[in-house]
């Protein structure tokens, strides 16, 4: 039941969405994206509006170094949900997609037979903005992909650095996808993402890999074992899988689902869900904030100059956020 809104063109809107039109949803979904005053408050009002019909989907964070094959594993999990009766929604955080257009719109045609299910979504991040914006926007995107019935939301992480601990940060299970060859891969891992992980699934499992595929899986277990694990009520596994194949998905599934069960019976999935909102609101707040820094006309004219003193050692940062901070009357 969605909540009622004083607007009824978003009570309309809210309405079509939780019905599940595909048409409406993409809709909502670029009214939540655009930067305009005005769609910005009618974006939060039809949120508040569906806030009723979130929070029911499994909420799957997937990144890996590219070559990975996150696509193909996306295309292989997917499609085994939907044809379990699963709604699918697959969203992509991608900082550097204001550079490089972003890969999931390729990526549509790697995920062939999930694209053309009728009962997945997929849906690219933002094309510009701060990761801080394009992660809150994706938020913003898989409410609405909730509301509007997807059970499954997939949230992959195509860009680099910090977008990992953004897409940890906005889902339940984190999954990390690694290649056969342990020693190199293993180096390549970055530490903190490895501490946010869930699950590692060994990926490309299949032909003459497997073997390789299997020692890795034990090496990256050995190194689990040192770090502490994200959760007290679950030890991250690590699996081994084929996307291409299709080996090892339903496994890793079951080990999804195993993960909600737990962390919903302790209580913590709640608790986890409920500091996840408090940071999306601090990222939104802040997202705010900035946003005459990049809009102000005369800022911009002398941010270029004072950026050249503070690197030149003409000016001290701090008298800089001070000049700046005083053209913004804060």
């Given at each position: 039941m969605t909540k009622p809104s004083a607007d009824p063109a978003v009570?309309?809107?809210a309405h079509a969405v939780a019905a599940g039109d595909r048409t409406v949803l993409s809709r909502a979904i670029t009214l939540v994206e655009s930067k305009r005053a005005d769609h910005r408050h009618t974006a939060a009002a039809l949120i508040q509006a569906l806030l009723p019909e979130t929070g029911k989907?499994?909420?799957v964070g997937i990144t890996g170094a590219p070559g990975v094959g996150k696509s193909t594993l996306i295309d292989a999990l997917g499609s085994l949900l939907t044809g379990q009766g699963r709604k699918v929604a697959v969203l992509a955080v991608d900082?550097?997609?204001r550079r490089t257009g972003g890969s999931i719109l390729a990526d549509k045609t790697r995920m062939a037979r999930l694209a053309n299910a009728p009962n997945a979504f997929i849906r690219p991040s933002p094309s510009s903005g701060t990761l801080g914006g394009v992660a809150a926007k994706t938020r913003e995107t898989m409410l609405l992909c909730e509301a509007a019935g997807y059970d499954a939301v997939l949230?992959?992480?195509v860009g680099v650095g910090q977008s990992e601990i953004a897409v940890a940060d906005m889902t339940d299970?984190?999954?990390?996808?690694?290649l056969p060859g342990a020693g190199d891969e293993l180096q390549a891992?970055?530490?903190g993402v490895v501490e946010l992980a869930d699950m590692i699934a060994v990926n490309k499992a299949d032909g003459d890999n497997?073997?390789?595929a299997r020692l890795a899986a034990s090496q990256y277990g050995a190194a689990l074992h040192i770090l502490s694990p994200r959760s007290p009520n679950w030890s991250p596994p690590v699996v081994t899988c084929s996307a291409m194949t299709g080996d090892g998905i339903a496994a890793l599934w079951e080990h999804v689902l195993d993960h909600k069960a737990r962390l919903t019976a302790s209580g913590e999935l709640a608790e986890r869900r409920g500091?996840?909102?408090?940071?999306?609101?601090w990222t939104m707040l802040e997202e705010r904030l900035f946003a005459p820094l990049r809009s102000d006309r005369a800022i911009k004219a002398v941010m270029p100059r004072i950026e050249a003193d503070v690197a030149a050692g003409r000016m001290a940062p701090g008298t800089a956020v001070e000049e700046i901070a005083g053209m913004l009357g804060v």
């Open positions: 009570e309309r809107l989907a499994v909420r900082p550097s997609s949230v992959e992480t299970f984190f999954l990390v996808l690694a891992l970055k530490k497997l073997a390789r500091e996840q909102q408090v940071k999306w609101m």
